[in-house]
């Protein structure tokens, strides 16, 4: 079974193709078939790459420079690749399913299917994340017309916040705003937040365990856990905001 992942940032996409044991139908003892992105979306100078399995070949390294106007692009550039001859697809319909590292659905939120619900949220969310739910929203109505008979799958960076303490999270604002408007303190980064959270625990013996985490990039937040938890980040109402950033202060 073949699962494509999705990665989409503000700039770049990226996308990573598994091999699935058919019996598990989980993320253990996978086997990567490929991996690629692309990087600087929207200039002249886009740099394309890939590394690609092929059953009866030797991997085969891509590396270009070309023009990649937008996100749909990119999205073509990949499934050229993963289709190419040397590719390890033979055709779109080996995928079973596509995941996403979605940004913010509102109060859409864990890991869901995708549907004209979670898309409508995404949409509504689209002025508080203007650089990352347009293109994904793009992207999932151009991947469900590629592959209409896959399941598409989102996983929300704002879930692992959801532990932030009411005290954290509210603005002082009226709470008409927060249940009209969700002007609240969503954070983002979780999956890169995450990961280190657990890593931390499982490395560390010390309870309480509290820590400040950094996530240094294009993009960048700070989140402050205890015990793998989040209880607070630097990013509000959208990823505009908190840490000063590559094209967003």
Known sequence: MKILIANLGSTSFKYRLFELPADTGVLEGEHELARGGVERIGGQESRVYASLEHPDAEATQIETIQPIPDHGAALEAAIEQLTAERGPL??????????????????????????????????????????????????????????????????????????????????????????????????FHGASHRFVAERLLASMSQRPLRSVQCHLGGSSSICWTRDGQSVGTSMGMSPQSGVPQNNRS
């Open 90 to 187: 033979s055709s779109l319909t080996d995928v079973a399913a596509i995941g996403f590292k979605a940004v913010h659905g509102g109060r859409v939120r864990g890991v869901v299917k995708v549907d004209d619900t979670v898309l409508s949220a995404m949409g509504e969310m689209a002025d508080v994340a203007p650089a990352h739910n347009p293109p994904y929203v793009t992207a999932m109505q151009q991947l469900a017309e590629r592959f209409p008979d896959v399941p598409l799958v989102a996983a929300f960076e704002t879930d692992f916040h959801t532990t932030i303490p009411d005290r954290n999270s509210r603005y002082a604002v009226p709470k008409e705003w927060l249940e009209k408007h969700l002007v609240r303190r969503w954070g």
